[in-house]
T-cell receptor, first 113, second 116 residues
Framework: AAGVIQSPRHLIKEKRETATLKCYPI?????VYWYQQGPGQDPQFLIS???????DKGSIPDRFSAQQFSDYHSELNMSSLELGDSALYFC????????????FGEGSWLTVV | AQSVTQPDIHITVSEGASLELRCNYS??????LFWYVQSPGQGLQLLLK??????LVQGIKGFEAEFKRSQSSFNLRKPSVHWSDAAEYFC??????????????FGKGTHLIIQP
């Protein structure tokens, strides 16, 4: 079965640069979530979209923005990167919202040097 | 706001022995509850979930979990662990009141070590 696809899988950026992560949800899933997991940490919810509209907002820094496009894929844009942004970024998707099972992608590793 | 507590940071179990991973949640009503497993450098795989109904939930890989409202707990169990079960286990809760795409709140995780 198709899963959540994230790209790139690995990314190295310098401080103050910009990075964009992409997420392709499971086909027919209309809800996308972004999470950040620092080394040895639990995943932290950043933001979610339902039917291309922002649905919930967690601990997403102001330097980050995201959107969901008409084909339901989503992009997380991160600007003015800091060393502390180095983390594993997960995208997840679900069919509908309100607690339906959320499926996670393999994650995108961002290293800021 | 909801929260999840996993009291055990590390647990070591002998292969073939039984396992119980603890999870306590704080939430005003009955939440949606999940257990995920994460192998090093990998994504999160859903083991099982509880939304409503039977409080004993069966999942994949021989895992089960029991929702106990009186104890605000959702402990994960497996009768006999295999070396391949060594991983990080996360309990998570979702808000079921708002109807929106609320993010999951995760516990800090329990690192499971399997002894030969």
């Amino acid at each position: 079965a198709a899963g959540v696809i994230q790209s790139p899988r690995h990314l190295i950026k310098e401080k103050r640069e910009t990075a964009t992560l992409k997420c392709y949800p499971i086909p027919r899933h209309d809800t996308v979530y972004w999470y950040q997991q620092g080394p040895g940490q639990d995943p932290q919810f950043l933001i979610s979209f339902y039917e291309k509209m922002q649905s919930d907002k967690g601990s997403i820094p102001d330097r980050f923005s995201a959107q969901q496009f008409s084909d339901y894929h989503s992009e997380l844009n991160m600007s003015s990167l800091e060393l502390g942004d180095s983390a594993l970024y997960f995208c997840a998707s679900s069919l509908g919202a309100a607690g339906n099972t959320i499926y996670f992608g393999e994650g995108s590793w961002l290293t800021v040097v | 706001a909801q929260s999840v507590t996993q009291p055990d940071i590390h647990i070591t179990v002998s292969e073939g022995a039984s396992l119980e991973l603890r999870c306590n949640y704080s939430y005003g009503a009955t939440p949606y509850l999940f257990w995920y497993v994460q192998s090093p450098g990998q994504g999160l795989q859903l083991l099982l979930k509880y939304f409503s109904g039977d409080t004993l939930v069966q999942g994949i890989k021989g895992f089960e979990a029991e929702f106990k409202r009186s104890q605000s707990s959702f402990n994960l169990r497996k009768p006999s662990v295999h070396w391949s079960d060594a991983a990080e286990y996360f309990c998570a809760v979702a808000d079921r009141s708002g109807g929106g795409a609320d993010g999951l709140t995760f516990g800090k995780g329990t690192h499971l070590i399997i002894q030969p």
